[in-house]
């Protein structure tokens, strides 16, 4: 490189002082060296870059378009500047989570607002999506995590499994069935259900259950998602199987969750394989993952 950094600084003050004195004060050095740093840098260059006029100096086209081009490259440091200034202060606060319907009314709220605690700042984006645009969400790196109840089949997304939530009947507090402390796919299959369609994550495990015992379900209204069969249940149009995280909280409190023998489900915490998470997402992962596991082994999870 002909000119070094401080030449080239000591040629940008000038410019912008208009004199030598003026250039001196920005830089805090003496005149003499400015005057003998300008000599050098025409000297090096081999052409003038300002012409002396009564005590100031006027800059030749040579010295305006070098300039020119020496003003972007300060302005790339600027941004410099600022990024590492937000990066070691940690003004990185957005967070792009996701959740599949079922976990969403009840589990998710519960786990950020947790989490938030950590990071009160946090600014956080929602996105409740089918299980397939959940993992196209994760492998765009459109969400930095997310929540679903089926594992992966992704090679750019990763999970690792976390609380395993149980199956319940909900129905109306009279109903003949609202007083069993757990209930079967058989006892069910004598009542009128609302069901899911066969295309999502319940309507598959529980027609799956149901062809196993060779049973035919009494579908009376066929929903997709969780808070759909809940609400139908406590309008008395069928009882419903859905997750233990939907009724928790006292979400419908019309309704009674009786316990349904079958086979346990797993949570699975998402994140993008190549990505790697900012400090303070980081930092809220580990808490929301903290949070799950622990809200799994709490036997009080139903209540309020």
């Known amino acids: 490189m002909i000119l070094n950094f401080r030449q080239l600084e000591v040629f940008r003050a000038i410019m912008i002082a208009k004199t030598v004195s003026g250039a001196a004060d920005l830089l805090h050095v003496s005149q003499p060296g400015i005057s003998r740093t300008l000599k050098y840098i025409e000297y090096k260059l081999g052409v003038d870059l300002f012409e002396r006029r009564k005590g100031r100096l006027v800059p030749t086209p040579e010295g305006q378009e070098l300039f020119k081009e020496l003003e972007s490259i300060y302005r790339r440091f600027e941004d410099l500047e600022t990024t590492i200034h ?180 797993r949570v699975h915490l998402m994140r993008n394989s190549n990505a790697s998470f900012s400090n303070n997402v980081r930092i809220f992962y580990e808490k929301f993952r903290k949070e799950l596991t622990e809200l799994g082994r709490r036997p009080d999870r139903f209540e309020k």
């Not at 700042?121 to 765009?140: F, R």
């Not at 495990?205 to 808070?227: A, G, T």
């Not at 809940?230 to 409190?253: E, H, K, N, R």
């Open 86 to 265: 937000r990066i070691t202060h940690s003004e990185d606060m957005r967070l792009n989570v996701g959740c599949t319907p079922s976990l969403g009314h009840y589990l998710l709220p519960k786990l950020l607002a947790a989490a938030k605690k950590k990071i009160p700042k946090m600014l956080i984006s929602v996105e409740i999506l089918p299980h397939g645009d959940l993992m196209d969400y994760i492998a765009s790196q459109s969400g930095d995590f997310a929540l679903t109840l089926v594992e992966p089949d992704h090679p750019l997304v990763s999970s690792e499994p976390s609380i395993s939530p149980s199956l319940v009947c909900v129905m109306p507090e009279n109903h003949e069935l609202a007083t069993r402390k757990f209930v079967s796919f058989k006892d069910i299959c004598a009542y009128d259900m609302v069901m899911y369609r066969s295309d999502s994550v319940l309507g598959r495990i529980l027609q799956k259950e149901f062809d196993k015992l060779d049973l035919e379900p009494k579908m009376s209204v066929q929903v997709r998602y969780n808070d759909d069969a809940c609400a139908m249940a406590a309008q008395g149009l069928g009882i419903a199987v859905t997750l233990d995280f939907t009724v928790m909280g006292g979400a419908y409190p019309q309704l009674k969750a009786v316990p349904l023998k079958a086979p346990k489900l």
